[in-house]
């Protein structure tokens, strides 16, 4: 006689679903584009899953803890498959891929976050620091006098009161398409926000309360994307008036939906695509080289000028939506004899 086994046979439902879901945000948010790191990620979430599923009892992500995650680097030994590896730079990118969709998942979830993986790379610093190594690329920025220029031209599109009436009167040959590629560019530069922040960007992010002039922005707020919670990160008062122009004609125009920069006049989402063309096109007609678009050419700019005023380094990954490791990058730049603006 058939019966039944005692205890159900683990399932990978759950974590297949955690790290698929996870993927497919950051599809969406432009934020993993290349189908070849995505492949990498999921080898890399399918060892670990596999491991989770072989233990008994099985490791859910609930109750992931540090135990565990010792346990797993020390199963690790020995093999030698590429998805495998032991480097410390392949493991820190492994416990930062854990973290991040277990964050994920307990978002969904409406769960605690879990940070297991966050506190198994505090207690280990050989790893945490795994990517601050002098061969790491330094990060491209504009120079002073690229971003003077690049300033300048965006500034075209905004009324200039104290300037002759030809070039005071300027902004008004712009179409709204223009003013809002100048302005999603201006807030990439003036406040260091990625593309994906700017796509998910809505009408209420603007803040202008509390600001020294009277409804011009000071800073915008930056939805969370299950990843990351919210977070507001303050703007360049250049980048100030041209947000604020563009809030103006927006509602002229009469602009629908709630996307702060949408796509067409329906208040269609802007994609990722026609984003990426327009800042390539802000940069080529600035005078600048539009490779790869420049658009966390602009990034990096902001955070450095950040650091070189003195601003504390956390202050900035705050305002960046980064952990405050990711930052060592920056530091090597700030102490040689780098010329940013």
Known sequence: MDTLPLFAPPSD???RKAFDRW??????SGALRQSGSMAVYRDMWGSFAAWCLGQAPVVDLETLNTSDLEAFQAAR?????ADQSLSPRHALRLLRLIDRVMRHYAAEAGLPPNTAAADWLQAHPEIRYAEAAQADPLPEFLS????????TFLSEARPRPGLSAPRRDAHRAFTWQQLRNRSAVALQLGGGLAPGD???LNLLAPVSA?????DRPWKVVVPGN???????TPIAPWAGELLQHWLQVRAEVRILGEHLFPSTLSGKPWSKEAHYKA???VFEEAGLDAAEGGSFKLRHTFALRQLRRGTPVDEVARWLGVDPEAMGKYSRVIVGPADVV
């Open 13 to 15: 439902q759950t974590h």
């Open 23 to 28: 993927l497919a945000d950051q599809r969406a």
């Open 77 to 81: 030994y020995g093999m030698k498959a």
């Open 144 to 151: 002073v006098g690229e971003a003077r220029r690049l300033i």
């Open 198 to 200: 700017v796509r998910a």
């Open 210 to 214: 509390g600001g020294r002039i009277r």
């Open 226 to 232: 299950g990843n990351l919670p919210p977070r507001e």
């Open 279 to 281: 800042a390539k096109a």
